[in-house]
């Protein structure tokens, strides 16, 4: 598996510009942000999604781009420039999509497998990278790929230890999914408009909103004809950074 990649917004824009020249007439000023705000799981902003999403967005106004994602219930902030913005809407179309089926793809790694089996250890890894831990989610990575050769290079490290001890601890806990599911950060688009994003999955049987927040966005359960579309909703969406230090979370229930 190909070590992931992480990087900071301003990073993340200047490569775009390499790739796509049209960019360079986007002004530059790319403003701090409180978290890794533009992260949205693994995308990579020269993705082929990414680079789709900007195509169609080539000739649409910024005015447009707000509104949308004001529908959405994306916050943006006054300091964000065009280009930033640009970049939240980009993911959070490709974030808020339809999920493809569920399951490992083919060829894939032992992490890539136990990650769709057990979606916990996604979150956690998830939040090693969403916390800067870099080397730490990386580390846990290659330990399922490659216990030995992690440990040789690791193992004597007490930090790696630990993440190695919770890698065990996980690995060795029973796999446990259902059809319900608690979830919490989706933005505020209104009950209609997220329960149908539910049922871009699969068939929904019950649907409840708990909490709203302008900023933490909004709590509930859901509940799906089928478990396996509950799987396919957790492998998607949990763990996926949607800025402002906001992380979707889907958790199974009993």
């Given at each position: 598996m190909s070590t992931p990649h992480v990087q900071?917004?301003?990073?993340?824009?200047?490569?775009l510009l390499a790739v796509v020249p049209a960019l360079a007439l986007q002004p530059l000023r790319v403003a701090p942000r409180r978290a890794a705000a533009l992260r949205v799981g693994n995308i990579d902003p020269?993705?082929?999604e990414m680079m789709a999403e900007f195509e169609k967005l080539k000739d649409v106004s910024m005015a447009d781009i707000n509104a949308e994602l004001e529908t959405m219930g994306i916050?943006?902030?006054?300091d964000m420039d065009d280009m930033s913005v640009k970049l939240r809407l980009m993911e959070a179309r490709i974030?808020?999509?339809?999920?493809?089926?569920?399951?490992?793809p083919a060829g894939a790694s032992a992490y890539e497998v136990l990650i769709?089996?057990?979606?916990e250890i996604k979150?956690?890894?998830?939040?090693?990278?969403?916390k800067g831990d870099i080397?730490?989610?990386n580390a846990f990575m290659e330990y399922v790929n490659d216990k030995p050769g992690a440990e040789m290079r690791y193992g004597k490290e007490d930090v790696y230890k630990a993440i190695f001890a919770v890698a065990e601890e996980m690995m060795a806990a029973p796999s446990f999914t259902s059809a319900k599911l608690s979830f919490a950060g989706f933005p505020m688009m209104g009950e209609d408009a997220l329960r149908g994003q539910m049922e871009s999955v699969g068939a929904v049987v019950t649907f409840s909103i708990d909490e709203e927040d302008p900023v933490l966005g909004c709590k509930g359960k859901v509940e799906f004809e089928e478990e396996a579309s509950a799987v396919t909703a957790v492998d998607k969406w949990d763990g996926a950074d949607m800025g402002n230090e906001v992380t979707l979370?889907?958790?199974y229930l009993a």
């Open positions: 900071k917004p301003m990073a993340r824009t200047l490569l020269t993705s082929p916050p943006t902030t006054p974030i808020m999509g339809a999920p493809d089926a569920a399951g490992p769709y089996e057990k979606p979150t956690y890894v998830d939040g090693l990278y969403n080397n730490g989610a979370t889907l958790k």
